[in-house]
């Protein structure tokens, strides 16, 4: 298979009254599902999208929104999947950014989708069956991308990214990029299509996109889709969907824990439980565990490579917080600051070659020069590879902190803030003082809690060498996070640098 949009086709000759997608509106089988796709695609092109167009998406998880992204894509047009609880300031430069030719809004489930919509003087398109959905006036002042040079793939979907800095960049990711990811990692996790899998990422993250979305429908298991994260709808769907498999990010089983309150987990079908995202801690591994009764299974990735890197397997489940060993056809290095490859076992960034990695960044070239090294992908992340070939992820290269000569890294200090019952998530960031640099801890505390930032602190303290211990813990009601559950640790940094206070002396 060459391209994503070819998936649906394949099932729906298949299986074609087997139930592809569910969501509140009800359960859809995948001859709909193709016949809905056909249907948003003739729209489109009636209306003048063509072959590398790009084709903004605007809304939140939804059976339409599945139709809408593979329509686009079988056009040849490039999927620019935003989701709607982005600012407006944010939607508008991605726009401009991309170049998009229109945007579509997917105004049933999501008032925000209609507000944005509204604001762009988007009209309703001629009902499909599957929703309302409405589109802006064509700019046909942007031109169509040209076609690829025959034997390369082209590109299916443009992710923007905000990472470290705030600033968005779009990450060009081909039809090959997500379908072996999507294949790949699906495969690892035994998809078949007996699964009914939990649809709650959202699909405007590539973790969403590719891993859920593509690689549940890649391998005809069903998708059962929720607009955002509850706890009481998860819990819902373990038991009325029979959800086989999950995926999410450390703070949704979090979140869900605090929900349940001591209440054992109801999931019947439930097989498999995985993570990614994010960092996950060991307290939150091993509470995780202790109410599913299933190893949790932590993987890795970033945008730029579509996204998964490394995944643990089931069948050889770990007690650590390691993210598994590389997908089967990557490469590893690990590169020290000389920029020469790592001694075994050590600490350094990680670098990354395979069919997983991007095209590129969109109008970028300079960045696209600085990540994208002689056939490498340089992450960005330090990492170490163990003996037995698994990769445990120190923290980001631009998030170390470096406090009177000596490295932090923030995962380190997390892990033990989140050791603290009443804590249920933390972010810790580093703040510039004179000369030096100190450690900030931003944590959020469970429904209830008495704990104060100082009895945080003292917590820490105790199993925090000196100079790893945060000068200052701020409590907050609900750390800053993107729609993917991504803590936006930039925003934190500002927030940090805001309460800075004089400090006593290096230590």
Not at 465 to 472: F, G, L, Q, S, V
Request: glycine share 8%.
């Amino acid at each position: 298979m060459e391209r994503i949009d070819r998936i649906p086709a394949l099932w729906a000759e298949r299986r074609p009254d087997a139930v592809a997608l569910a969501d509140p509106a009800g359960p859809r089988t995948w001859r709909e599902l193709d016949a809905a796709i056909a249907a948003v695609a003739d729209l489109l092109r009636k209306r003048g999208v063509r072959p590398g167009d790009r084709v903004m998406i605007v809304g939140e998880n939804c059976a339409a929104m599945v139709a809408v992204l593979f329509a686009v894509a079988s056009l040849e047009a490039w999927i620019v999947n935003l989701n709607a609880r982005l600012s407006a300031r944010e939607i508008d430069a991605i726009r401009d950014h991309s170049g998009a030719i229109c945007a579509i809004f997917l105004t049933d489930n999501s008032a925000e989708a209609a507000a944005h919509a509204a604001r762009h003087d988007a009209a309703a398109l001629p009902d499909f069956g599957w929703g309302a959905i409405a589109c802006s006036p064509l700019d046909f002042s942007s031109a169509p991308e040209p076609a690829p040079p025959a034997g390369e793939s082209p590109v299916a979907a443009l992710v923007y990214t905000t990472g470290t800095t705030g600033e968005p960049k779009g990450v060009m990711l081909t039809h090959a990029n997500l379908l072996f990811v999507a294949g790949t990692a699906g495969g690892l996790r035994g998809l078949s299509t007996a699964d009914r899998v939990l649809g709650v990422l959202p699909m405007s993250h590539v973790y969403g996109l590719t891993s859920v979305c593509l690689g549940s429908l890649l391998a005809g298991a069903s998708i059962h889709l929720q607009a955002r994260f509850t706890p009481a709808g998860l819990e819902a769907a373990l038991v009325r969907d029979r959800i086989t498999l999950c995926q999410g990010v450390p703070a949704m089983y979090a979140k869900y824990l605090e929900h349940l309150d001591g209440r054992r987990v109801e999931a019947p079908a439930l097989r498999g439980i995985y993570c990614g995202g994010a960092p996950l801690s060991p307290s939150v591994k091993a509470a995780v565990e202790g109410a599913f009764g299933l190893p949790l299974c932590n993987g890795y990735g970033l945008t730029e490579a579509s996204p998964t890197i490394t995944q643990a397997r089931t069948d050889a489940p770990r007690d650590d917080c390691s993210v598994g060993p590389a997908l089967p056809g990557v490469e590893l290095r690990i590169i020290d600051t000389e920029g020469a490859d790592a001694a075994a076992g050590e600490v350094g960034e990680l670098w990354v070659r395979g069919p997983n990695v991007m095209k590129g960044y969109y109008r970028d070239w300079r960045a696209t020069a600085a990540a994208l090294r002689r056939g490498w992908l340089a992450t960005g992340d330090l990492a170490r590879i163990a003996p037995d070939g698994s990769v445990h992820i120190e923290g980001r290269l631009k998030e170390l902190i470096i406090r009177s000569g000596f490295n932090v890294f923030p995962v380190e200090v997390e892990a033990v803030l989140n050791a603290h019952p009443e804590v249920s998530q933390s972010a810790v960031v580093g703040r510039d003082v004179e000369g030096n640099e100190e450690v900030v801890a931003f944590v959020e505390l469970v429904a209830g809690a008495r704990a104060d930032a100082a009895a945080i602190a003292e917590f820490a303290a105790a199993s925090l060498a000196p100079y790893k211990r945060p000068a200052e813990v701020i409590v907050l009601d609900k750390l800053p996070a993107a729609a993917s559950g991504k803590v936006l640790k930039a925003r934190l940094k500002e927030m940090a640098r805001a309460s800075a206070r004089p400090t006593a002396p290096a230590r």
